[in-house]
Each structure stands twice: as structure tokens, then as C-alpha cells.
């Protein structure tokens, strides 16, 4: 079962900032977070990770709370191309390749 | 450029009948899986392998019979097709080791049984 909890929708204008929250309330110290989406009839697509710092890439931003109780991914501009189910994940990546384990998701909408 | 490439995009195919869909990568990685979304769209694992291995294998019934002839292949055979193995099945791969953070996945067979 997914160890995250995420709000089922959201929308968000093009141009703005889209804030995705996810709760992982029992994240343990070597599980890391991750987040990928799924554009419709595409597969998901690895957007970011981290541990216990904030991370950047040309993507997004992931924010991760001092507790690692909670994390924001943040599209910094989110244009129509971004409308997505995002899927915010838990996992350990010290004992080799242990499968992604997907939950529900947040269905982005970027609304012209 | 393709890194992940699935065939066929579509299947369909009458209950009873034998299918397989086919997987490659050319990224070099070392790592496949393959994974089911249903039409209520949850996304699970079935299988993984490594260096033409099987490492896991999730409850899925003996019709299901992955094949890896080397590490840039990973096929998936279904015997005895059901209705309820409608669904589309992505294949994704990886490096194997600690600290691997990326999985990239294919395009998806949408397979539909009539």
C-alpha cells in the first residue's frame, strides 16, 4: 500500500506557481521521496527526489518539512503541458531496486 | 531516441487466446519491470528483473510469464487470456544499486479483452 496521502485534485492557472501537497506521515530515515507524473496515455515520468533538503532541478521544486512528515513539489510556472495525475512516492533506495509503489495521485488541471 | 519502447501501442484479443508484448531499452540499464494499471488507473508492480534474473514477482497468476533473453529485453507472455487482465501494462527500467533514483517507463500497451 502507498505510505503517502495526497488531495485527489487541483487546478492551477497556466503561468502560476502549482503547489502539490503530500503527507507521509510514517516515512522511516532511509526512505527518500520521490514524485512522478503520468500525462494521459503516457508513462509516469521521474520529475524529483529527495531526503531531508529541498531539492531543484529544471522541473520543479521539492520542499520537505524539517519532520519529513510532509513535502510540497512546486511547478514554478505551470503551463497547460503540466496538466498530469502526480503521484508523490515513498521508498527506501538502499536495498537495491525496490519496485515504486503508487498511490492515487493529484489530478493537476492547468486551467488557460 | 526512444529510451523505453513497447509493442504493440494496442492489443486486442478474445478471452481464452495467448499474447505477449514486448519491451526494450537502450539506456544500458541493468534493471526491468513491468507494471499493470487498471481502468480504475492504480499503478502495481507485477514483476522486476535484473541482469535477466527475476527478482520479484507480485501475486501475479501463472498465466503471466515474464521472459528477459538479455538485459535490454523484457517480454511478458499471458496464457489463457481473462477479461480482467484488461489493463495497460508499462514496461520501465532502471540501473540496479543503492541510491538508484530514476525508473523510465515505456509507453504502455493498452491491452483490451473482448
Known amino acids: 500500500d502507498a505510505k503517502t496521502t495526497q488531495p485527489p485534485s487541483m487546478d492551477c492557472a497556466e503561468g502560476r506557481a502549482a503547489n502539490l501537497p503530500c503527507n507521509h506521515s510514517?516515512?522511516?530515515?532511509?526512505?527518500?521521496v520521490y514524485w512522478y507524473r503520468q500525462i494521459h496515455s503516457q508513462g509516469p515520468q521521474y520529475i524529483i527526489h529527495?531526503?531531508?533538503n529541498n531539492e531543484t532541478n529544471e522541473m520543479a521544486s521539492l520542499i520537505i518539512t524539517e519532520d519529513r512528515k510532509s513535502s510540497t513539489l512546486i511547478l514554478p510556472h505551470a503551463t497547460l503541458r503540466d496538466t498530469a495525475v502526480y503521484y508523490c512516492?515513498?521508498?527506501?533506495?538502499?536495498?537495491?531496486?525496490?519496485?515504486?509503489?503508487f498511490g492515487k495521485g493529484t489530478r493537476l488541471s492547468v486551467i488557460a | 531516441d526512444t529510451a523505453v519502447s513497447q509493442t504493440p501501442k494496442y492489443l486486442v484479443t478474445q478471452m481464452g487466446n495467448d499474447k505477449s508484448i514486448k519491451c526494450e531499452q537502450n539506456l544500458g540499464h541493468d534493471t526491468m519491470y513491468w507494471y499493470k494499471q487498471d481502468s480504475k488507473k492504480f499503478l502495481k508492480i507485477m514483476f522486476s528483473?535484473?541482469?535477466?534474473?527475476?527478482?520479484i514477482n507480485e501475486t501475479v497468476p501463472n498465466r503471466f510469464s515474464p521472459k528477459s533473453p538479455d538485459k535490454a529485453h523484457l517480454n511478458l507472455h499471458i496464457n489463457s487470456l481473462e477479461l480482467g487482465d484488461s489493463a495497460v501494462y508499462f514496461c520501465a527500467s532502471s540501473r540496479w544499486g543503492d541510491r538508484v533514483h530514476e525508473q523510465y517507463f515505456g509507453p504502455g500497451t493498452r491491452l483490451t479483452v473482448t
Open positions: 510514517t516515512i522511516s530515515g532511509n526512505e527518500y
Open positions: 512516492i515513498v521508498r527506501s533506495a538502499l536495498s537495491g531496486n525496490t519496485p515504486l509503489v
Open positions: 529527495g531526503l531531508k
Open positions: 528483473y535484473n541482469n535477466k534474473e527475476l527478482i
